[in-house]
Each structure stands twice: as C-alpha cells, then as structure tokens.
C-alpha cells in the first residue's frame, strides 16, 4: 500500500513524487508515455533550445556591426532538432534518475482509476497490477487544443497542419508558416522560425498578442516581433484550412486567403483526462477540466489535481507550485493555494516577464495604486547588450501599504529579474525595504532600484 499513488510525471507529478518520498513517504508515479510530461518533451524546454540557436545566430549577425567580423550564420535545422533531442533526452534521464533515488516507485505504464477494492484506500490499474494509496494525485497534463475549424483535421493528416510537438521536431524550414494563436506558444514557436527564415504570419482571434499580457507591454512586443519580420492579423480567425492555404474572417466579416507551407495551431491546450476512470470513485469534471479548491482538492477527499488538468495556469512552475500546496496539505497544514505569485513569461528576444497585477488589471479594478515605469536603457548592461529594442520596466504599488504588487518586464533578461519579482510580490515587500538591498553594478536588474527611486 502506498500513502500516495500519482498519475503523471510531469512537473507537478515529479516534483511531489521525489519531494513525497523524500519525507519517508511511501510513492507511486505512473507515466504512460516519456517521463518528464509535456515540459521536458515536448514545450518550454525543447522550445528554449531552439530560442537559444536562434539568439546564438541573430547575436553573432550582428557581431559585425561591434567589431566581429566573419560570415553570416545560418541554420542547420536538422542539427538543431538532434541538439533538441540530445540535451531532452539527458534532461529525461536525469529528472527520473533523480525521482528514483528520491524512493518513489516509477510505473512505465498506463494508469486508470479503478473502483477501490480496499475501503477508504483509491485503487490504480497499471500493467494488469491493482496498487492501493491513501491519497491520489492526478497530473496528467494536457494535449494541443486544436479548434473546429474547416480542414484543419485533413491538413493535420496529410502533415501541412502541426502542432507545438511536430513543430519542436521539424527538420525543414517551411517558406512560409501560418500560425493560428498569438499566445505564448505560437509567438515563440513563431519568432523562432521567423529568425530561421519562415516568412510567419499570425492570426489572432483578439485584439491584441500575448493574452492577458499589460497591453503597453504586449504593443511594445508586437512591435519588436514586426521589426523582426513576423506578421499579425487581429481580431480575426481562421475559418477554413485547404491544401496550401488558409481563409481567414475579421471582426467585419471580411474574408481574406492566406498561403502557407505548414499552419501551426497553436489556439492553447486541453486537459487531459481520457480514459483515467474518474468516474469509478466520481471526482466532477466541468468542460473537461478537473475541479479542485484552494487546496487543490477535487469533491472527492485525498484525491487532488495538479497541473494543467485543473485548468487553472498551464504553466510548468504553475504545477510544481502546485505540488508543493498538496503536499502541505496531504500533511495537514491546511495551506491554500495562491496564484498571484506566479510569474509568466514568454521568451525568444525580446523577453517579456510578468508577475501579479498588472497597470490594466489596476485600473479595470480602480485599484489605489501607483505606476512607476523606466526605460531598460537606464541599465548600462542592457545599454551594452541590446541593440534593436529599448526595453521597458514597470512597478505597480499599493498606495495604501506600499507594497509591490505587480512587475511587467519588457526586455532581455526578463525572464531571469522575474525571479527577484517574484521574492518582492510572494513576500509583499514594500519600497522602504528595497532601499537597503544592494544590486550588483553592472547588471540589468539593478533597473529594479531604478525605476523606485528615480
């Protein structure tokens, strides 16, 4: 018997797995397909190897223009999907290595929720073997959503239709990509291959990229990415896909035809839950996403969600965070889940980084709060390193406690001076107490200092 059976080894699952089994607590994790889920296959880190050639090449082009002088670089994308592959594939291998030596017990196989055969235990098939746990935890991730639209389907199967997992494993540069979705996914899949030598076009169902992104931010954003060749069309959708081209539709109704050599869906994820047999011990699903409360707990007690199949932040700090508050909770410390304290961030070049409120959620909510902004070109580190973009930086304050609430980072960097942000809003740091902090000189997140006391 287990004190705790988890189905997925994705981030949230082995994250709890090896921190669970290294409190003496007795683990089970089952993983169907690759171990390391959606994360390490097929998202944030196959997608950050192809950024980083990308950054590699654009910053050696334009070595010329400082003084290093030598040929124009080029892809070689067949190489670059085996460099992909090998650094997944050690990542793979450590990351469950590591959950091994944690004691947690690795499952290679299917999992499904079973009626319980001992009361008040939760029952998993796995390789025709029944296991019993105390608690279970259900972190099975999510697939590509791919939208209802004409075609798309019959594109998908004849291979001029993809997703993120067969763009991360594209061995030749389509001429001309068509990508459905300015979310995180499709700007920097589409960035990359923008920079490898696609001519990309994106179409936005919204107003404008990057979702719930500060608006000022996301213009800035939009800009740069234009600057770098790419091209958006917002406010309207993709009705139908045929061979080689897209028809599109704005918010007037007007059609438009749009040629490609691949179309990249990229409209989101979905849960995954098929199959798991929630329904034999009754954990409620809505719109095929798993409920849970503040404790990350479903109607049924000791089974909880981590992860995207809850719904909540698809994001993989998002489930390890996540897993952290079950494990509290498994060990009865009643701790509630907080998602202001998850930073976002979309990398490629430029960055963008967020954490907590941002200036449009202030002012929809008419929040008592100050906007305190500066350029990035008050660091000299990025002054050095940055060429094409200016950068932007942005503090939100609560007037009332002084605290910093929110953080917008437009810039290189951005996704590594997040990390202070989320110190600063996760430990509702005031102004005052920045003051004392001592930043190291030069660096581009000591712009954090500036844009307080400027």
């Known amino acids: 018997m287990f004190d705790l059976i988890i189905i997925g080894a994705g981030p949230g699952g082995y994250h709890l797995a090896e921190k669970a089994a290294k409190e003496n607590k007795k683990v089970a994790i089952i993983e169907k397909d690759k171990f390391g889920g959606t994360c390490l296959n097929v998202g944030c880190i196959p997608s950050k190897a192809f950024l980083h050639v990308e950054k590699i090449v654009e910053d050696a082009n334009r070595g010329r223009e400082i003084g290093v002088v030598g040929p124009e670089l080029t892809i070689d994308q067949k190489k ?122 994106v179409v936005e169902l919204g107003s404008k990229i990057a979702g719930p992104t500060d608006t000022e931010i996301s213009t800035r954003l939009e800009n740069a990415l234009k600057q770098k060749g790419m091209n958006f069309i917002l406010n309207s959708s993709v009705i139908e896909v045929e061979k080689n081209y897209a028809t599109i539709i704005d918010k007037e109704n007007k059609k438009s035809i749009i040629p490609f050599d691949k179309i990249l869906i990229a409209a989101g994820r979905k849960p995954y839950i098929e199959n798991l047999g929630l329904e034999n011990i009754g954990v409620f699903v809505e719109r095929n996403t798993i409920i849970v409360d503040d404790k990350l707990q479903t109607n049924i007690p000791g089974v909880y969600a981590v992860g995207d199949v809850n719904g909540k932040l698809m994001l993989a700090h998002t489930a390890m965070y996540e897993s952290e508050v079950v494990l509290d909770n498994i060990n009865n410390k009643k701790t509630k889940i907080d998602y202001n304290k998850i930073p976002t961030v979309i990398y490629g070049s430029p960055e963008v980084a967020e954490i907590g409120i941002t200036e449009d959620k202030a002012k929809l909510e008419n929040m008592d709060v100050t906007i305190k902004k500066i350029s990035m070109l008050y660091s000299g580190r990025f002054v050095i390193e940055n060429e094409l973009f200016e950068g932007l930086f942005k503090v939100v304050i609560n007037n009332k406690t002084k605290e910093i609430i929110g953080l917008s980072i437009f810039g290189n960097y951005a996704s590594e001076i997040i990390i202070a942000g989320s110190i600063l809003v996760g430990k509702r740091f005031n102004v005052e107490q920045i003051k004392n902090i001592v930043f190291a000189h030069p660096t581009v997140g000591e712009i954090i200092k500036n844009v307080l006391f400027n």
């Open 80 to 201: 670059v999907v085996d460099y992909k592959n090998k650094k997944v594939d050690f990542l793979c291998k450590a990351t469950k290595n590591q959950v091994r030596k944690s004691g947690a017990k690795i499952y290679d196989g299917y999992g499904k929720i079973v009626k319980p055969t001992i009361s008040g235990l939760f029952s998993v098939e796995v390789n025709d073997e029944i296991i019993n746990g105390k608690n279970l935890v259900i972190a099975t991730g999510s697939l590509p959503f791919v939208p209802p639209i004409k075609g798309v389907m019959e594109a998908y199967n004849d291979g001029d239709a993809i997703t993120s997992t067969e763009a991360l494993s594209l061995t030749e540069i389509p001429k001309r990509l068509l990508v459905v979705g300015a979310g995180v996914i499709g700007l920097e899949l589409g960035s990359y291959f923008s920079g490898a030598g696609s001519k990309v076009t």
